[in-house]
């Protein structure tokens, strides 16, 4: 994960959504996904200056593991100038390394988590499991599936 503040000047589309997805098919060689953090969180929002947090690397690829900070800041900016027109460089950046921290759902998840659930019930009734390796590593995800074992056991 890499943190970029970088001029909205610099930006050659608006940042009027969350950020976006590439296709693990995609040709663009680092970048994975682009969420715009200063449009989705107000206390972010600057009228200068966004902050990208930018996702790199695909799932079997160990490109982005093998570049140092600056090489991996450099080939993340490189795809934003094709994929949002970014024409500067950052004014700051940061990189958070989290090596396999995304879980990779293989065919017939959803079965298994079924049949674990189950399983948890039968066994230990009142224990729920969530979170990113159930149902969606996304926050938004992990909330929901929270908020529905909380709400089972209330």
């Not at 490109?63 to 500067?88: K, Y």
């Not at 948890?120 to 979170?131: F, Y």
Request: aromatic share 6%.
């Amino acid at each position: 994960m890499v943190t970029l503040a970088v001029s909205k000047n610099s930006l050659g589309v608006p940042l009027d959504a969350s950020g976006f997805l590439v296709a693990q098919t995609d040709p663009l060689p680092t970048l994975t996904a682009c969420s715009w953090a200063s449009a989705k969180w107000a206390h972010l929002d600057d009228p200068e200056v966004a902050i990208l947090r930018v996702s790199a690397g695909k799932h079997g690829d160990t490109h982005a593991l093998e570049l140092d900070d600056p090489s991996l800041v450099q080939a993340l900016v490189l795809d934003l100038a094709t994929t949002m027109g970014i024409d500067a460089p950052p004014l700051e950046w940061r990189v958070t390394r989290w090596i396999d921290a995304l879980p990779q759902y293989r065919p017939g998840h959803p079965a298994r988590v079924s049949a674990w659930r189950e399983g948890v019930n039968a066994e230990a009734p009142g224990i729920h499991l969530a979170g990113a390796a159930y149902d969606g590593l996304g926050l938004p995800a992990c909330i929901r599936q929270g908020r529905q074992a909380a709400a089972a056991i209330a």
